[in-house]
């Protein structure tokens, strides 16, 4: 969750540092503070929800790209293999 969390405040700095950019250098117009918090927000709920909803379902995802390029893959969770002595 720690992850996810930094993926998104990370991607909202760069969101902002990139609207800055654009007002200052593209637009040439500074638009209110209101509608610059409105985009950050939303921006970094996006960023988090896609996150979020990327890792919980990355099992299935994999599962299913291997299934369209018709190439195996292991997936080491469900694969154990025991190459130590046993600890009992």
Do not use: W
Not at 3 to 32: H, N, R, S
Not at 44 to 49: A, E, W
Not at 56 to 69: A, E, H, K, R
């Amino acid at each position: 969750m720690e992850k996810v969390l930094l993926f998104a405040i990370c991607v909202t700095i760069l969101f902002g540092i990139m609207k800055a950019l654009e007002m200052k250098f593209i637009e040439k117009d500074m638009k209110p503070m209101k509608l610059i918090v409105r985009d950050l927000i939303i921006a970094f709920c996006s960023s988090f929800l896609s996150a979020t909803i990327f890792l919980q379902y990355s099992s299935y995802l994999d599962d299913f790209i291997s299934i369209i390029t018709n190439t195996k893959m292991i997936n080491t969770e469900k694969t154990k293999i025991f190459t130590d002595f046993p600890d009992f």
